[in-house]
């Protein structure tokens, strides 16, 4: 048997006891598992501060220095050890509440000791509970190094004594055990082309580190292979999908794409719009299913571009389905979209879960006769009574709404795949899309209509909200109206339902009726009210609109020209920007008030700044990616599929192109990996294909 298969509690130093808090606490089953748990950091050993530094921000902190008025307090149980440590420059108070009778034998004033752990200040000094302390002469890492690696532990593992220190130990005995089994699964020639450190020596150098520089090599070859893995399995699925998937061949630009756009087309299309087009005819004509995201930020005008797909689509004699997530942004889409093509004859309809039946079925029957060329709808789209002639491509709006298995449904209804087009206003950076998107080709529209007054983004105070009512007095009486947005909590619903409707009461006071309006949009309301407040909003019928985040996605009011946002430090960065493109979508100057209690943690100060210095949603991804990293970002919590050991899709972008570039390499020589030089490969892969399922088949 493969010994990294070895069950853990086999391990010299685990047994039974041990092994069941590893599976629990960290998921470590075998040997290969554990030596899989990386260091998160290594701390060097050969540097000391000086007491004085002492800092509790740092996770641990390492000194030089004598110990001294070694006391013991309290009675039995509750008996703690204290000693004083010292250097020429400050003193850290030492506290043991276990283990009293081997520690206090050791503590030796006459010696020089090495000091480590994480200071805590309590009362104006620092101190540490339960500290590693070692005679200077003999505190080193083990195997005598210098970067001793810190893992991840929990509290259960560490009051069973499986604290970093133990599992560094463990770690190390089976290095020890299995080095000359670790094979090497790259072909040499993979090692020389990208420069990558032999894997036993990695895996080794990754958990001891001999030098600095050796270690930013074994990570280098850890995540290379990490990324190289996922990255083989994407483009092995494009591949598969290029080749054996046919799609549609629209070639002809005809007599509705070019009417539409000389005669309806209500303006000149920008730059970006013009290029995406573009990018969708160059597609759709050449017998390939095309699989293409379409971001941009909200407001950009990615409809249109849609309208227009959607339209090569009818120039050859297929229909179309637009999907979006809500009953609202259904309607608004029918609206505008019958409201462009009617006029050119092209015949469209909607479909919702609250469609009548009758209307439902006289729909349905024109859709399969082909007498209907679009339907736009939401979910209701998916069920299988929803039958067309001859489906040529979907789009669907606000993609992170659905589900993958819910997308697959669609293609379903078509004997060929249809095209697809999704459209997202979420913008993910673009070192993330290629990976996150899988094999999806990317378009981004990375510029706004002309004449668009940017949104002025605004950070005010709690004390400061009688300004800021009267200042929504004056948009009102302009004629404008506003939003204003409460946090949605899932942990304290009730409280937020609290915070919701003592906001809702406070503002109906501040704005009596019957000279103003509010409504108010909330979880608690049954969706048919919720409808109802929100259709009197969008017709203009009142003033305010006072809700959780349910408005948050896609909605277009463009008479609406505040977005006020309370308690905005709740809210992650992603969302802050979705609620700010509610406004700003008309003519007029448009505001968004980020409303914060005084106390910030830096976190959210930056998240406000952030939203304060830029409008530009790739900005703020990226600052959000820095802020939380990639498991994250809007969507992919559901997805498991950025769950990686050591690579980090918000730092090592370049590492990721270097693997996507080795990954294509490998596939234009072997494609089926089935060279003698690539056979460990091969079966590497076929097992982590099996643990990530998901990639690649995330369209
Ligand atoms: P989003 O990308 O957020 O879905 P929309 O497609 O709803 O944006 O477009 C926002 C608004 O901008 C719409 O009112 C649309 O008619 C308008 N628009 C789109 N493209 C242009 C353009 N090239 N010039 C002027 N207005 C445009
Ligand atoms: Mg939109």
Not at 1 to 11: D, G, Y
Not at 331 to 345: A, D, K, M, N, T
Not at 606 to 629: C, H, K, P, Q, S
Request: hydrophobic share 40%.
């Amino acid at each position: 048997m493969n010994p990294l298969q070895t069950k853990i509690e086999f391990l010299k130093g685990v047994g039974p006891k041990r092994a069941e808090l590893l599976q629990k606490e960290l998921h470590i089953f075998t040997f290969g598992d554990l030596l899989f748990h990386f260091p998160f950091r290594y701390v060097d050993r050969s540097q000391f501060h000086k007491v004085e530094n002492a800092n509790q921000d740092q996770a641990f902190m390492q000194f030089k220095g004598h110990v001294r008025k070694i006391r013991k307090m309290g009675q039995a149980r509750k008996m703690r050890l204290i000693a004083e440590f010292y250097d020429e420059t400050g003193v850290i108070e030492l506290i043991w509440f276990k283990g009293i009778k081997w520690v206090e034998p050791k503590l030796d004033p006459e010696k020089e000791f090495v000091l480590f752990g994480k200071p805590t200040r309590f009362n104006g000094k620092y101190n540490i509970a339960h500290p590693e302390l070692e005679p200077s002469s003999s505190a080193k890492a083990t195997n005598g190094r210098e970067l001793q690696p810190i893992y991840h532990s929990t509290d259960k593992l560490n009051s069973a004594n499986l604290h970093t220190k133990a599992i560094e130990k463990l770690v190390y005995t089976i290095t020890q055990q299995i080095s000359i089994n670790l094979p090497e699964i790259l072909s040499p020639h993979i090692l020389e082309t990208w420069h990558l450190m032999p894997r036993h020596l990695a895996f080794f150098e990754v958990h001891f580190p001999s030098t600095p520089d050796q270690l930013k090599l074994a990570r280098y070859r850890l995540k290379f292979e990490e990324l190289f893995f996922m990255q083989i399995q994407i483009l092995r699925f494009k591949n598969h999908r290029n080749t054996e998937k046919g799609g549609f061949v629209f070639n002809r630009v005809g007599e509705k794409f070019t009417q539409f756009y000389n005669e309806v087309l209500p303006f000149e299309l920008t730059g970006a719009q013009k290029r995406v087009v573009k990018e969708i005819r160059n597609d759709v004509k050449t017998g390939k299913q095309m699989n293409r995201l379409l971001q941009g930020d909200v407001g950009s005008g990615k409809t249109i571009v849609s309208v227009l797909a959607m339209l090569l689509a009818m120039d050859n004699g297929y229909q179309a389905a637009l999907m979006a997530p809500t009953e609202i942004l259904a309607q608004q889409h029918y609206i505008g979209v019958s409201e462009l093509l009617e006029p050119i004859g092209i015949k469209t309809t909607i479909l919702t879960g609250s469609t009548k039946t009758k209307d439902r079925r006289e729909r349905l029957a024109a859709l399969e006769a082909g007498e209907i060329s679009i339907i736009i709808g939401t979910h209701a789209l998916l069920e299988d009574r929803v039958k067309f002639q001859n489906l040529g491509i979907v789009v669907i709006d606000e993609q992170h709404r659905f589900g993958v298995a819910q997308r697959s449904r669609m293609w379903a209804k078509s004997k060929v795949p249809p095209h697809i087009l999704i459209m997202s206003a979420t913008p993910i950076p673009r070192t993330l899309a290629m990976s996150f998107y899988g094999d999806l080709e990317v378009s981004i529209i990375d510029e706004l209509p002309p004449g668009r007054k940017p949104i002025q983004t605004i950070h005010k105070y709690d004390a400061h909200r009688l300004g800021i009512f009267g200042f929504m007095r004056k948009e009102i009486a302009k004629g404008r109206q506003v939003y204003v947005v409460y946090p949605l909590i899932e942990e304290s619903e009730h409280f937020q339902y609290k915070d919701l409707m003592d906001g809702f009461e406070s503002i109906s006071r501040e704005f009596p009726t019957p000279e103003f309006q509010v409504s108010v949009v909330h979880g608690r309301l049954k969706p048919a009210d919720k409808e109802m407040e929100m259709q009197r909003f969008v017709r203009g019928e009142t003033h305010i609109m006072v809700a959780t985040t349910v408005i948050e996605v896609g909605v277009n009011v463009p008479n609406a020209s505040i977005m006020i946002i309370e308690s905005a430090e709740k809210f992650g960065l992603a969302q802050l920007h979705q609620l700010r493109g509610r406004v700003g979508r008309g003519a007029e100057q448009s505001y968004c008030v980020l409303i914060t209690d005084y106390k910030l943690s830096s976190d959210a100060r930056t998240r406000i700044e952030t939203m304060v210095r830029t409008n530009d949603g790739f900005e703020v991804a990226e600052a959000d990616l820095n802020l939380r990293g990639p498991g994250n970002i809007m969507g992919t919590q559901q997805s498991g599929i950025l769950d990686f050991n050591i690579a980090n899709l918000a730092t090592d972008g370049k590492i990721l192109k270097v693997a996507r570039e080795a990954a294509q390499t490998l596939l234009e020589q072997d494609s089926n990996l089935s060279l003698a030089e690539n056979a460990l490969l091969r079966k590497n892969f076929i097992a982590y294909a099996k643990k990530h399922p998901n990639w690649g088949s995330i369209s």
